[in-house]
């Protein structure tokens, strides 16, 4: 059981993967290749789990494999409830953080607005007082 958990974690990844832009070397007939050859196993390590299961386990624990596929459906809906929510969190944080970033940029704007204004008038005012006590020296 936990090879085939492992195996299909690895299953998972390169599902994940191939909806990302890939920069890796491998080609895409390698890609494929290694993704048929992982659900081969899979599917037959869960057809030896099942016969295990089915005609080797004791008859005290009954209908093992039917009891083992429906718990086994009930986790996987769990995760994928789980994931999804992961999923819907780290989407809110991201857009949280975006927001933050906008209003940060914002304020900045405009307070790189407001500080040009004062030393542009700052400055017209002491070009203006230079401007008189030069005429006053000169006698104007």
Same mark, same amino acid.
């Given at each position: 059981?936990?090879? +085939?958990?492992?195996? @299909? &974690?690895?299953? !998972? &990844?390169? #599902? =994940?993967?191939a909806k990302q832009v890939y920069k890796g070397e491998e080609s895409i007939g390698r890609r494929a290749l290694k993704r048929i050859l992982i659900t081969t196993r899979l599917?037959?390590? =869960?057809?030896?789990?099942?016969?295990?299961?089915? +005609? &080797?386990? *004791? *008859?005290? !624990?009954?209908?093992?494999? @039917?009891?083992?596929?429906?718990?086994? #459906?009930r986790i996987v809906k769990e995760q994928e409830e789980a994931h999804?929510?992961?999923l819907r969190l780290? #989407?809110?944080? @991201?857009? $949280?953080? $975006?927001? $933050?970033?906008?209003?940060?940029? @914002? &304020?900045?704007?405009? /307070?790189?607005? /407001?500080?040009?204004? /004062? !030393?542009?008038a700052v400055g017209l005012m002491w070009l203006t007082t230079k401007s008189a006590t030069m005429r006053m020296s000169l006698g104007h």
């Amino acid at each position: 059981m936990d090879s +085939y958990d492992a195996i @299909s &974690k690895l299953f !998972l &990844k390169e #599902q =994940l993967e191939a909806k990302q832009v890939y920069k890796g070397e491998e080609s895409i007939g390698r890609r494929a290749l290694k993704r048929i050859l992982i659900t081969t196993r899979l599917d037959a390590m =869960l057809a030896e789990i099942r016969e295990t299961m089915v +005609y &080797k386990a *004791p *008859p005290e !624990l009954g209908a093992l494999w @039917s009891k083992f596929e429906e718990m086994w #459906q009930r986790i996987v809906k769990e995760q994928e409830e789980a994931h999804a929510e992961e999923l819907r969190l780290a #989407q809110i944080a @991201s857009w $949280r953080r $975006r927001k $933050r970033i906008a209003e940060a940029k @914002s &304020k900045i704007a405009w /307070v790189s607005a /407001v500080i040009f204004v /004062v !030393l542009w008038a700052v400055g017209l005012m002491w070009l203006t007082t230079k401007s008189a006590t030069m005429r006053m020296s000169l006698g104007h």
